[in-house]
């Protein structure tokens, strides 16, 4: 391996390369491990930059083109830099029918961005997702890996008031 | 009914609480038996999938090669993002051991050395929930190098997806373990044949896995006499929408949707009435108030009403609901979650998302509901795999029960003035 850690700012880790490392060992093939390598690189950086998934490609002996695709083909990893507080609002069926508009207003009037802006100090990206899995909870959003069930517009500017 | 998925005890997700309770004993006696007596035993207690294809587990088990030649691997199916699901969380959250005591079973019976759990991304909290149990049973010596003495190892994985719904599909998750996108494979080759990394491979439901414990322990005879005789066991069904207590409630199979509704879930919100029932999560069919009349949560009953037991992800709607802005929402999903490999799902599910929020705008054209149901029959049935269907069929069920909620957001031809 050419890539050597700390000579590029974007690399990983030390400890994140072994991890990646060790999970290499669950796989017959090292390029498994690109689903595992990219969500800890972007728990490192907070995205994923190209030349992040250039140095993963290599370590991963994939093509950059492959690495690229794979960022692209999933919804949940960044290939641009976003807020501090990632607000994920799920607008499907059983959230719509407990009110999960008030919810993308409230959050508008909270951070003053809509679904897909960032708002303007840079603390919260807004998004509008698909159902997260927490029907019994709407309407609902998540914070990174934090849900927030069983809202009320009060609720919830209660909770990014704590955020702010 | 006692609880046999989601049992009531405090502590149970942990190991020592777990083990108390009889926990790995169905190890133990999986390990006194040979593989084929166990899958002879599923056969027999006609399990049947809880991912929503229902499909024999025993049956599916035995297309695996026997012996212990070829490297043969378990992929777990806990994708659930079906809109209306999210039984698997409870699972993972409440009951982690018996999950992987059955992956356990399911390893020793088709010879395997090595699952992967799929787990969806957003449940990031959940598996590091998993990942803990996981660590204790390693830790005890139920997973790893020779399992409790024995000559059976094996190793369990657990794989995060990233937020694709099409990683549910059986190899479209093969090929996002295998690190790559998640594209649907064509079939056949099947996975019992052709797999992950090209090897003989079983894909399972979560909720599935953890019945396997139960059938061991308490026999087959017992299990298949719990709920619908063809479809027995007992089965979560998520609750959701116009309804006081919505929630996870793990029942047997075959009690009817409207005690569900009204006894379980605590009836409608707001004393409002029942205007549609989606059964199984938003790839099934939707269901008019009255044809839930009678009919039960099992494969056969759903079948009969026109619609399919899925993943028992039911979404209840009362009188005032919009059912063009659900279907409107629904369309948006697939057309969002489609992977683009086939053209008639690719391009069909944004003409119906696009059609279907002209009528949302209360713009429609009498001849685009025509339309509607003529780009969905087009999709179904012509693509790689099922999200193609579940696509289409929400909409041709809407077409079929509601039309007249399409005819009413028609927009009226304006007559010129002279």
Redesign the interface.
Known sequence: MFLQPNNNLYMLSQDNLQKVEAICR????R??????A??IAQEQEGWISTDMMRYLGTL?G?SYA?VL??VT?????QDKPHGKYHIEIC????C???GSDSIVDTVRKCTGAKPGQTSADGKFTVSE??????????PMI?I????YEHLTPQKLEEILKTLA | MEKYILPEIPGYHTLNVYEEHGGYSALKKALTMTPDQIIDELKKSNLRGRGGACFPTGLKWSFMPKGNTV?KYLAVNGD???????K??RIFEFNPHQLIEGILIGCYAMGIT?AYVYI??????WIHMLQKAVDDAYAKGYIGESILGSAFST?I?L???????ICGEESALMN???????LPRVKPPFPAQNGL?GKPTTINNVETMTNVPLILNKGWEWYSKIGAAKHPGPILV?????VNK???YEVPTGVLLTELIDTYAGGMLDGKKLKAV?PGG?STMILRAEQIEGVSMDADSLKAAGSSVGTA?M?V?NED?DLI??IA??SK?YY??S?GQCTPCREGTGWLFKLLKRFEAGDGRMEDIDLLMDVANNIEGNTICALGDAAAWPVQSMIKRFRDEFEKRVKPIETLAV
């Open positions: 669950h796989y017959p093939e390029k498994a491990a690109l689903l595992p990219l969500w991963l994939v492959h695709g794979v083909f999933y919804t949940m990893f607008t499907n069926v059983s719509l029918l407990r997702t698909e159902c997260m899995g927490a029907c019994s909870g709407a998540a990174g890996d934090e849900y | 490297t659930e993002s079906e809109p209306g699901t999210f698997d969380r090595a969806r991304g957003e449940y990031g909290k190793n994985y794989h995060r997806g990233a937020g694709a719904y996002s373990v295998e690190g790559g996108r998640g990394w998520g609750i959701s929408g116009h919505p929630g996870v989606i938003s992800g979404i709607m609901t802005r659900i929402r629904i999903f969002h979650e992977c």
